[in-house]
């Protein structure tokens, strides 16, 4: 299965922040073991060491000890008070063959006090030893153990029992604690990683339109690039190499002595580099013009060929009938049902036509009437004439450095119409309202003109097609706006390119050369 960057970024990110969260998270579990396990402990020693006191005061000059434990009241009260610590279970004096001889529940008197495993084992062991043995199935109980010394010799035991399902218990809670942390986490890391991927893969959504229109073989290309990292160096770069593609190629209007310098052989790469124009500028004409033309004349054809059975058939019956028709026999020669497909193909040859019509306008020979014009006049007229409609539609228009430009050289109709269908598309792309901003940014020899909407974007798909003659992805679009564009842009020796992110908007840059 082949990942995309954007998916690896965002699986790399949730990999490590779950690994971290992981990690923390068992580190948190530990150390709330170790801290209640040590707590239980203290309790346990506490309550043993009570004891130990008391049976040293007790059997101090006693011939009998063990008499004297079992007599002793005080003794059976400290052993009561570990009932008020939820987590101790027993508390019991035991001789050395481990017979109670006293113990809060005096019904443990007398009995043989079943081994229980070291509580003190367990506070010393590893913190995952310390979770294995607080989840074990069947060994809840564990005994505090402090040994009875008459001299030097062990005469008995305090054995104080725990029971750690308490533990057990807190320790849910707060893996149920831990476990909606981290999911909240691992969710933020997507939200994260998915908006920082998508802000670092624009870059190369721009870098890969660049190339797409050198390779077309449009000159003076420029990435608006940020300059602080490392893709602004490398849009710095493909700009130099842009600008020197740019510089070499031949000018129209040129001295005689500039044209014998580059040779026959940069003659002939424009030539070849203007063909190849044309020819693209065909295809793409023939290609729509071939889609459009086909649709209307299979439905004429199917509707003629039932128009002539129906026909046919209705000769027919007047034939069998003779001078007198029944009710059946009219309905049979009714001629509504004819009369339909002769609107069909009415309305298919009225479609016809105004293809051709389209087609016409496209490719008819138009004079430039070129003259030195401002540009912000010209930006100041769509923007006056659009206005009013983005209002409406919650649109708000921006419009940036065009009151700085130099002048151009161009037919003012065609480019105040090829930026009217630019500026008319980008308020379209939003119908939700949004931000319309039209901006230009001169350079050496050319001015970019910038239509940037913050719409619908156009899908990938899509991208590559929107400039052929006929298409369109609205339900009442031509197709034919954006074909107009293009070629008003190739008459006035000029370039344009758009980028477009699916959800977030689309940039159409137009550039065109100053006036010289």
Not at 412 to 434: C, H, I, K, S
Request: proline share 4%.
């Amino acid at each position: 299965m082949h990942l995309g960057i954007k998916a690896k970024q965002i699986g790399g990110v949730t990999l490590i922040v779950g690994l971290a969260v992981v990690a923390l998270s068992v580190l948190h579990v530990t150390s709330v073991a170790r801290v209640l396990l040590k707590e239980t402990m203290t309790r346990g020693e506490v309550l043993a060491d009570t004891i130990f006191l008391r049976v040293v005061d007790v059997v101090a000059g006693q011939a009998d000890p063990w008499a004297a434990i079992a007599a002793d009241g005080g003794l059976r009260t400290i052993l009561r008070s570990g009932a008020v610590t939820p987590t101790v279970v027993h508390a019991a004096i035991c001789n050395a063959d481990d017979v109670a001889v006293a113990a809060w529940d005096p019904g443990l008197e007398g009995t043989r006090l079943a081994a229980a495993q070291d509580f003190d084992a367990l506070t010393r062991a590893d913190s995952l030893d310390q979770l294995a043995g607080i989840y074990a199935p069947g060994g809840s109980t564990f005994e505090v153990r402090k040994p009875l010394l008459l001299g030097e010799e062990k005469f008995g035991t305090i054995r104080v029992g725990v029971n750690i399902v308490f533990i057990r218990a807190e320790l849910d809670g707060e893996l149920w604690r831990v476990g909606f942390v981290s999911l909240v986490a691992l969710l933020i890391a997507i939200v994260v990683s998915a908006s920082f991927a998508q802000l670092i893969l624009r870059p190369i959504h721009v870098i890969r339109s660049g190339l797409s229109r050198l390779g077309r073989g449009e000159f003076d290309v420029r990435l608006d690039l940020p300059q602080q990292d490392e893709f602004g160096e490398l849009g710095s770069f493909f700009n130099a190499i842009s600008a020197q593609l740019s510089a070499d190629r031949p000018q129209p209007g040129g001295s005689p002595a500039a044209g014998a310098a580059e040779g026959g052989r940069s003659e002939r790469d424009a030539a070849l580099l203007s063909y190849s124009r044309k020819l693209v500028a065909l295809g793409r004409l023939t290609a729509g013009v071939a889609h459009e033309v086909k649709n209307p004349l299979n439905a004429m054809t199917i509707h003629l060929e039932l128009l002539k059975q129906k026909l046919t058939a209705a000769g027919r019956a007047r034939a069998a009938g003779g001078g007198t028709q029944s009710a059946a026999d009219a309905s049979r020669t009714n001629p509504e049902p004819a009369l339909e497909h002769v609107r069909i193909i009415s309305a298919e040859i009225l479609r016809l036509d105004q293809v051709m019509q389209g087609l016409l306008r496209f490719t008819r020979s138009e004079d430039l009437k070129p003259q030195t014009l401002s540009l912000a006049a010209l930006v100041d007229d769509v923007v006056g004439v659009i206005r009013p409609e983005c209002e409406a539609m919650k649109v708000n228009v921006v419009v940036e450095g065009v009151d700085r430009l130099p002048p151009i050289t161009g037919d003012p109709t065609m480019l105040r119409q090829a930026l009217l269908n630019l500026a008319l598309n980008a308020r379209q792309a939003m119908p939700d309202g949004g931000t319309l901003r039209i901006s230009a940014t001169p350079h050496a020899r050319r001015v970019d003109i910038s239509v940037e909407d913050t719409g619908v974007g156009i899908k990938p798909e899509h991208l590559g097609r929107i400039f052929d003659l006929y298409f369109t992805t609205r339900e009442k679009g031509s197709g034919i706006g954006l074909s107009m564009v293009y070629r008003t842009v190739q008459m006035h020796d000029g370039e344009i390119e758009v980028q477009s992110i699916e959800g977030r908007g689309t940039t159409v840059r137009v550039s065109l050369p100053l006036a010289t």
